[in-house]
């Protein structure tokens, strides 16, 4: 069975203090792993696509690495506006389920 | 209009009644989907639609009965529902053919059963 884990489940930093996210997974054979930013009351926001160990992606303050067994999102200099809930999804092989995982809420302090 | 479009956006009904929840998408997608978003717990899918046809049922108890009448609109009906079925659910939508595949999704109906 796939499943996503996040760590932590929150997170508090000052403007400014980078700092990073973890996502773990099992999965049977990756089709593909995603990040998504969501605010309070609205819906998932998609932020990245990785596919394959070693792969980055940027946007912004924000940067996902990938490795066989996990993903990293790592916040550069986090504003305020950064403050939102991050998700961690993946797709495995089989059937067309997108599994998530919990969460991480992410609170920048001005 | 743009994007994955949701309505209601707030919902309060009673465990006897009938509502139902619309999803729409201008994006040209091909798959459609209901997730449920309950506080602390991780988004559940509930059903697919691929090509309008229903392509993946997650256990999802009989109260809930999805529609989807073409690629680009997308129903839950609810009846008698239970208070445990209070939370945010969230439509989306992805293109099957290009295996990005990410989910495109609205901002979700926000529901309460009293």
């Known amino acids: 069975e796939d499943q996503v884990t996040q760590s932590p489940e929150a997170l508090r930093l000052q403007e400014g203090e980078s700092s990073s996210l973890n996502c773990s997974y099992t999965?049977?054979?990756?089709?593909?792993l995603f990040w998504y930013r969501q605010d309070p009351g609205k819906g998932p926001e998609f932020l990245f696509t990785l596919y394959s160990a070693g792969e980055e992606k940027e946007k912004e303050r924000l940067k996902a690495t990938l490795t066989k067994k996990e993903s990293f999102l790592h916040i550069t200099a986090p504003k305020p506006e950064d403050s939102a809930t991050y998700l961690c999804a993946v797709r495995g092989n089989y059937g067309q389920n997108f599994v998530f995982g919990p969460g991480t809420r992410l609170s920048v302090l001005p | 209009e743009t994007g994955v479009t949701q309505t209601p956006r707030h919902l309060v009904m009673g465990m006897t009644n009938k509502k139902s929840l619309k999803c729409e998408q201008h994006?040209?997608?091909?798959?459609m989907y209901w997730y449920k978003q309950s506080a602390k717990k991780p988004l559940e899918l509930m059903f697919v639609y691929n090509f309008k046809e229903q392509t993946e049922n997650n256990s999802v108890p009989s109260r809930f009965s999805p529609e989807c009448p073409n690629s680009s609109h997308l129903f839950l009906h609810l009846h008698t529902l239970q208070p445990e079925d209070s939370a945010l659910y969230l439509c989306a939508s992805s293109h099957l053919k290009v295996d990005t595949g990410e989910l495109f999704f609205g901002e979700g109906s926000r529901l309460t059963v009293l």
């Open positions: 994006l040209g997608h091909n798959a």
């Open positions: 999965v049977s054979g990756l089709r593909g």
